[in-house]
């Protein structure tokens, strides 16, 4: 099976495309605008996505973890069975224009950093996000359903009318946190008062 840099061969857009080729450890794709594109089974483990824009894609079964992504963007991109851990998130860069949100369903993402970005509206559905870094991230109107959130770091987040109603063991210092309007239920309520030292039993 052609590599990724196979199939990609030198140009710098592709639209429509299924692109099934991995890219090896520390292996750099770079100024490449893929569009609408299906990426799927194979693995960019290590790899580096330097100024690579993936709008309106579908990512399904990859491996991105530690994946690298400086100066890449990603507007509208449904992620499905991914496996991403320790990946950098917060190396992507803030186009000119704000991108549609991304959607995140049955995906692996322990570990990850999405440290000062920007993910309003963003969908996190059946995911493992356990140890994520959320600091600083801009999370208006997220979505977070059926996923674990144990260990994850939410200082400085803006969580205005997140629904993490589905979201389960997070603890979440609202002292330190923009919460207005964010929705949990009656079991994600407990990691609002863990920081207090509030026993509900």
Known sequence: MPSLLEQVDGRTSIVDEVL??????????TGVELIGCTLRDASWAGGI????????????RLDLSRVRLPD???????????K?????????REPMLSPDPCTWVDCQLSMGSFSGLDLTGARFER???TDADFDGAVLKDVVI??????????????????DLRGARDYVIDVREA??????????????????FGIDVS
Request: proline share 1%.
């Open 20 to 29: 099934t080729g991995s890219l090896d450890d520390r292996q750099r794709l």
């Open 49 to 60: 996505l330097s100024g690579v824009s993936l709008e309106g894609c579908t990512i399904e």
């Open 72 to 82: 890449s963007v990603l507007d509208g991109c449904t992620f499905v069975g991914c």
């Open 84 to 92: 991403a851990l320790a990946t950098s998130w917060s190396m992507l």
């Open 127 to 129: 995911c493992v996000l």
């Open 145 to 162: 359903d059926e996923c674990s959130l144990g260990g994850s770091r939410f200082v400085r987040a803006d969580l205005t009318g997140a």
């Open 178 to 195: 923009r919460v207005e309007g964010m929705r949990v239920d009656h079991i994600g309520a407990l990691g609002l008062l863990a920081p």
